[in-house]
């Protein structure tokens, strides 16, 4: 997996239990010292901000985990799957079109990076080149021929 992705969660971690942990508890100290809690809005503030800050942590932290458990060697060799290229007719279109497979931390749609969980995504994992694909978009139903594929094991995106 792109380094940069753990990167980028254990900077926001960090950040986030550097926040709960520090800030946090100062700023809710000053509040209290201001007296009637039922009225004092930076208390009430700080309390709602350390409930945001402790459910972001939480769910940055089994994202990490999520990625952590990639075992590339489980990823296909000859289907499309995470890490893929793949280059797509699109049938209405009369178009090409290409677009890379990565997490839903990476997706760019401008940049042709789409998220393994978009409906894209989703509808092309598991083809092979060759197959076509109707795919239920936001837009309305979409069918692509996937005119070329390269895995991640061809591309040297793992690890």
Do not use: C, W
């Amino acid at each position: 997996m792109p380094t940069t992705i753990v990167q980028k969660l254990q900077e926001e971690i960090q950040a986030l239990e550097h926040e709960l942990n520090h800030e946090l508890p100062r700023e809710l100290k000053r509040a209290r010292a201001l007296g009637d809690l039922s009225e004092n809005a930076e208390f009430i503030m700080a309390k709602q901000r350390q409930d945001y800050v402790g459910a972001r942590l939480s769910q940055l932290k089994k994202r990490l985990a999520d990625l952590s458990l990639i075992n590339f060697s489980n990823i296909p060799k000859d289907k499309v799957a995470f890490g893929s290229r793949v280059v797509l007719y699109d049938v209405d279109r009369d178009s090409e079109v290409e677009y890379k497979l990565v997490t839903s931390e990476e997706a760019n749609v401008s940049k042709g990076l789409i998220s393994t969980t978009s409906p894209i995504g989703r509808g092309l994992m598991g083809k092979k080149q060759g197959d076509s694909v109707r795919i239920a978009t936001p837009n309305g139903v979409r069918e692509f021929e996937i005119r070329a594929l390269q895995t991640i094991h061809e591309t040297g995106d793992g690890e």
